[in-house]
């Protein structure tokens, strides 16, 4: 059974940094692109970074870009989401989704994943 598991959230102060894991386990091979997309209280899920299957093509929302980076190991089918120069609009909690899509255009759209983590919290506060 496939399974989508993500980690690395905790508490860290302004301009810190945390690093996210999304490990999937249940198949051996992982042909599907991946995308962390995050939700705050009161507010709808937002689409934070894309990366297709081979790792070869990324995306970022504006809010992030130049502050985090998504990258992934296929050997331990793991995806990445290094997270710098944090912010306290990041706090959310974080997931972590899959999809077949391996066009990008329409990938901060959350109907395009079939499979989600149940997410991890990340908290940006002094």
């Known amino acids: 059974q496939l399974q989508l598991v993500e980690s690395g959230g905790g508490l860290v102060q302004p301009g810190g940094s945390l690093q996210l894991s999304c490990a999937a386990s249940?198949?051996?091979?992982?042909?599907?692109?991946r995308g962390w997309f995050r939700q705050a209280p009161g507010k709808g899920r937002e689409g934070v970074s894309w990366?297709?299957?081979?790792?070869?093509?990324?995306n970022y929302a504006d809010s992030v870009k130049g502050r985090f980076t998504i990258s992934r190991d296929n050997a331990k089918n793991t995806v990445y989401l290094q997270m710098n120069s944090l912010k306290p609009e990041d706090t959310a909690v974080y997931y972590c989704?899959?999809?077949?899509?391996?066009?990008?255009?329409?990938?901060?759209?959350?109907?395009?994943?079939?499979?989600w983590g149940q997410g991890t919290q990340v908290t940006v506060s002094s």
């Open positions: 989704a899959r999809s077949r899509v391996h066009d990008g255009r329409l990938w901060q759209w959350p109907g395009l994943y079939g499979d």
């Open positions: 249940g198949f051996t091979l992982d042909y599907y692109s």
């Open positions: 990366i297709s299957s081979s790792g070869g093509n990324t």
